[in-house]
């Protein structure tokens, strides 16, 4: 290597000059260099060029031997397929071709090199190698974000787009070509937004006029910031536009139409009940809250509490299933009874509501209710099971019976406890006073808890008369409740709320066990009859119970009459019949109590062989006033005739009334004429007195009509 001359201006031979000067270009240059003479002989070379290739000094200097040189260069890394004889060839090849040849070299130490040979005129060549190395590995890691950013914005579930200042694409991805419906060849950057619009406004896909919103936010852009559009087949987009410092704008557009759909769905599942779509609790309160301004200015409005009969006798014994499809049938008939401007809401359970606004009248209410009624009691078809649901209707109508949510709600509750206590089936409106009766009913349920526990339940026995002999055949167990405060309380009064509360299921097993052992006791053809509510049915043990109170008291199982009402067939359950024929089989004899008084299908009286049918005293009581019940009555014991039933009259009051059903055909006879009934005791003393022998009437024993000892 040769040392340039420092200091002072070079003085010397012009050729001198020159070296030095040249010297000093090629010491300064970036690059490596190297020329070689027409001999291969190295002439010059720099410091760049030693320490790229890391050449030994001697190999430095003027005179080497180009072939020498590239020996090295092979043995320390350059990387070449061929020997060093080649790659001199394809030196000496390019050289003649006298062009500049550009190559990239590549050295075992990861460095590049780019090698520009030149040929020189008076022959050998002057090469300059530039260490790319680090350019290389930008333009490597340039490429790689390149790919990084492509896959990144075409893996955006947004659309994303950006314009220039002149409103030309920069870039764009597929999603928003997917959302907007725009073919990708019309992506390509440089297309104008306004040729993107263009194609909007003719949409190919849905409707164009659908999608001026949509035109709007692209051809606008950042002017418009953030907003929601829709598209032309009527999906919902959200963009989000931001302004970038060249006069363009980048906008983000995500298809939100599933999100608005889940939205719409969830608050339309929080207002309205799941199984019959109906709006709920809180949705039907809203509703009222929404009128209470007119309701105070005097508007009148009705709140009608519906409550389906019977739905938990259903549910428990039919299943769920069954239980759900009465509910939706329910829910159709109250919308079919109800007008548009109605509100109908399920409340929970087989709770409904309706809100009748306007309500011109009190009558128009009532008019509704008895709608309700009337098409609650047709038959429903359930999964293959014939129905008979009703429905009881409490009404409050305000503002007279409240203007706000809460008390119209409570007072049609009350209302609507009247009419279930009435013998449902039927409706109510709001008086005064009924928070009052329900504070009572509470009471009695409370009650009845401890009642069974506190000894205060008892039974006494009515006789029964066989009209051919004029003998007691049998007597019918009735249920007594001693309050300790409110004394005696009626069971018209009490089993009801026992059946609902589902109370019934141990009291009836007590009265059972009660019934037998009392009957046991007494002489061989004096049967008992115990009555039985549905909701024992829904018990499983109730033939279990049957049987153990038979074993127990001993009492022979032809003895024992249990006696149901035609509530129990109202739903066709298989189970109940089940239940009936197994009783059955134990020997026990089954009537039908009430007859007349429900649904009076002939269908039930076929669906299982009753041993008798006791004639509803409403008709007895009738029967000499009223011809419609004296039908009824001769109807019956034809019926029971012809089925092969024994026939007994309830509440025989009169000598005219017992003479009537005796003539007629009936059976059996029972009521306050023959006798009240009687507690065990006196039961045992009358049968020893008469020796069961019916001459003259019980009822002046010295009991009261409920069986207590008279004064
Ligand atoms: P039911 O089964 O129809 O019982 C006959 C009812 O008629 C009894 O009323 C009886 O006292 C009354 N009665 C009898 N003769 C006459 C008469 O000549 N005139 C009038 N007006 N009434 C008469 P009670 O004891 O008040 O029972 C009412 C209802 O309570 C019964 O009607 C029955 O449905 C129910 N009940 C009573 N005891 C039980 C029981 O142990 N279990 C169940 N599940 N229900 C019972
Ligand atoms: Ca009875
Ligand atoms: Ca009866």
Known sequence: MLKPKLGPPAVGSPADVQRARLDAAVRNMAQ?????????????????????????????????????IVNYRLAHGMRWDGGAEAFIRRNDARLAGSEVGIEIVELSNGRVVQVRHQPISVGGWVATHTDITDLRNREKELSLQNLRFDAAINNMSQGLSMFDGERRLVVSNARFAEIYGLPSEMLVPGTSVDILTGFLKNAPRGDGANAAGTIRAL??????????????????????????????????????????????????????????DLPNRTQFQEHIVKLQDRIRLGEMVAVLCVDLDHFKTINDTLGHSVGDGVLKAAAARLLHCCRQTDLVARLGGDEFAILQAPTPNVDTAAALARRIVQAAAQPLEILGHRIVIGASVGVAVAPNDGCDADSLMKNADLALYRAKSEGRGTFHFYEHGMDIALQKRLALEMGLRVALAHNELSLVYQPLVNLADNRISSFEALLRWNHPERGPIPPSEFVPIAEETGQIVAIGEWVLREACTAAAAWPEHIRIAVNLSPRQFGNKGLVTIVESALAASGLNPRRLELEVTESLLLIDS??????????????????????????????????????????????????????ESLAIVKAVIGLGRSLGMETTAEGVETEAQLELIHAQGATEAQGFLISVPLPANAVASLLEATGSRHKDRFFASGYSRTGEKAG
Request: aromatic residues 6%.
């Open 32 to 68: 490596g260099l190297c020329l070689f003479d027409a001999d291969r002989r190295l002439v010059i070379c720099n410091q760049q060029y030693v320490d790229i290739y890391e050449l030994p000094s001697e190999l430095a200097q003027p005179g080497t031997q180009h072939e020498d």
């Open 219 to 276: 051809a606008e852009g950042a002017a418009r910031g953030a907003e929601v559009v829709e598209t032309a087949d009527n999906r919902i987009v959200s963009i989000l536009n931001q302004a970038i410092a060249d006069g363009g704008w980048v906008s983000t557009h995500e298809d939100v139409t599933e999100q608005r759909n889940r939205e719409a769905r969830i608050r339309h599942l929080a207002a309205h009940d799941a199984l019959t």
């Open 574 to 627: 298989g189970s109940t019949l089940q239940i009936l024929h197994r009783l059955r089989e134990l020997g026990v004899r089954i009537s039908m109590d009430d007859f007349g008084t429900g649904y009076s299908s002939l269908s039930y009286l076929r669906s299982f062989p009753f041993d008798k049918l006791k004639i509803d005293r409403s008709f007895v009581a009738e029967s000499l006033s009223n011809p």
